[in-house]
DNA sequence: TTTAAACTATAAAGCTACTATAAGGTCAAT
DNA sequence: ATTGACCTTATAGTAGCTTTATAGTTTAAA
């Protein structure tokens, strides 16, 4: 299978296949006599593996330490799971700030309605006085 | 006032205040015969101005636009507000991202308790079987 | 007075995870 | 022979800084 096959059976751009192998990602396909990479299956699971990952929101140090862990099959599995929790505590506390950053922006936009001038605008006001309902 | 009391003041790094100011968002401000710049209060504000918006998340080009409504101040407010509702919207498709993402999260660690070799581990072969509760 | 610490300056690279561009080689079909 | 689709590498761009390198200036202590 050549890069772009590849890269149309898993959905990415084929410079994302080369950046992949280029972080180490995905190991070094063989190459053909023109220089041209050959992938296998093999290949096509990594890749998909990857892509999984980020679709998570892993990142790609993440998915190495994962993709080490898969070449270890012998230890303990709680490496993987914290990797996980910390990962989803992470994502926890990303909505809880952008839940108090919505709260913010609303009530700043609450500051004006459009039938100003700039000058006179609630919301610019709001932003330049530092009233910004602050927790 | 030189760039070193401006950042305590403000509360960032003398190199951030140099970046806005390479970038646009900072008028150059006068220097000293040894090419120290020197700041008045309008760059304080001006400053504190940029930090405000950029803690609720506005993109330096937002804060571009922001700025070029505060020149021309007898213009209606409207297009300050629509900036303010799009990015609301904004703000409110992440979070929206980020809980689908943290259930998904949360399914896939519930498939693996800790007591297994990654051999068997739960999460990793969620992810590798694409098994990831996708809606 | 010398010297060291603390401050300032510029320019350039590094960070994340790609994406895009440039300049070129390969291959199948026309 | 040439077009078009594919492949190659290398390099730059994206956002918003942070870090590093190198060097000049001021200030306070020894």
Excluded: W
């Amino acid at each position: 299978m050549r890069i772009g096959q590849l890269a149309q059976l898993v959905g990415v751009e084929t410079q994302t296949i080369r950046f992949y192998e280029q972080q180490g990602l995905l190991p070094p396909p063989d190459r053909q006599d023109n220089g041209y990479r050959v992938y296998t299956e093999k290949h096509g699971e990594g890749l998909a593996f990857i892509r999984r990952c980020r679709i998570l929101g892993l990142s790609l140090a993440e998915i190495h330490e994962l993709q080490s862990y898969q070449d270890d099959p012998h230890q303990p599995c709680t490496a993987v799971n914290a990797l996980l929790d910390d990962h989803i505590s992470h994502v926890r506390s990303q909505i809880t700030a952008l839940q108090a950053l919505e709260k913010q922006l609303v009530s700043l936009r609450a500051s004006c309605n459009d039938d100003r001038e700039v000058e006179a605008c609630g919301v610019l006001a709001g932003i330049s006085e530092g009233k910004m309902h602050q927790q």
